[in-house]
């Protein structure tokens, strides 16, 4: 005979994920429990990140009823993109965990806007995600059909430089459109998504999957593809 249970059988405790982003036009953070998400803000806007986001992740925190030390990690989009959005996402991350003593999980903007496409958009096709750097340019990061993880690192080039894909690719990104009709005018097989800016739901969707090793870790640090924009000052007259 099977020993008797003592006491009421306990359901496993979810795993709570606080996410941020601030990485391109958009503010957003969010909380999943497992693969639910529990509460969610979106800011349209590419300025005064620093000062939007700190509220929004109380917000988020309070409607999921939870408190940060209920947390079990802190994820914040890494890059590439915004220099200044990027790190006031990273710093409020930051501050989190150190507060909970919780692990800080980086995630990349390809993967979070890839994240975001339904399984029936990329079925069969390559993902490419695409952002403008504001300097004529785009950063690529390449993504093989069905996988999480990008093929390599970001890369930059220019639109009209860009590789021909090996076979049909789905584009997202802030320059989607762009790069999709230049992939389409040489005979590429490209379509723009509608995932054009990252939002905190994909980016929490990505930390599960780097909490439970199922992605390789990514340090929680901005990822700079190339240099900040500096304008250098003007010489004073002699």
Excluded at 18 to 32: K, P, T
Excluded at 167 to 173: F, T
Excluded at 189 to 205: F, G, K, L
């Amino acid at each position: 005979m099977s020993p008797r249970m003592n006491g009421p059988r306990q359901e496993p405790r979810p795993v709570w994920i606080l996410a941020l982003d601030a990485s391109l036009a958009r503010c957003s953070a969010a909380v999943q429990a497992d693969a639910a998400i529990r509460a969610q803000r979106l800011l349209e806007a590419d300025r005064g990140q620093a000062a939007a986001l700190p509220p929004m992740a109380q917000a988020v925190l309070r409607e999921a009823g939870i408190a940060a030390t209920d947390l079990d990690a802190v994820a914040a989009v890494v890059g590439p993109g915004s220099f200044t959005g990027i790190r006031a996402a990273l710093a409020l991350a930051q501050g989190v965990a150190l507060a909970a003593s919780l692990p800080v999980l980086g995630v990349t903007t390809g993967e979070a806007l890839a994240a975001a496409l339904p399984v029936a958009a990329r079925s069969g096709r390559s993902v490419w995600s695409v952002v403008d750097n504001r300097r004529g340019r785009v950063i690529l990061e390449r993504f093989a059909a069905g996988a999480a993880a990008a093929d390599g690192l970001p890369e930059v080039h220019e639109i009209d430089a860009l590789p021909l894909p090996g076979g049909p690719v789905v584009l997202v990104g802030d320059a989607a459109e762009r790069v999709a009709a230049a992939l389409a005018a040489r005979g590429a097989e490209a379509e723009a998504s509608a995932s054009r800016q990252p939002e905190a739901a994909a980016v929490a969707r990505v930390a599960a999957l780097r909490l439970t090793g199922r992605l390789p870790p990514l340090a929680a640090r901005p990822l700079y593809v190339e240099p900040p924009a500096v304008r250098q000052p003007l010489a004073s007259p002699a």
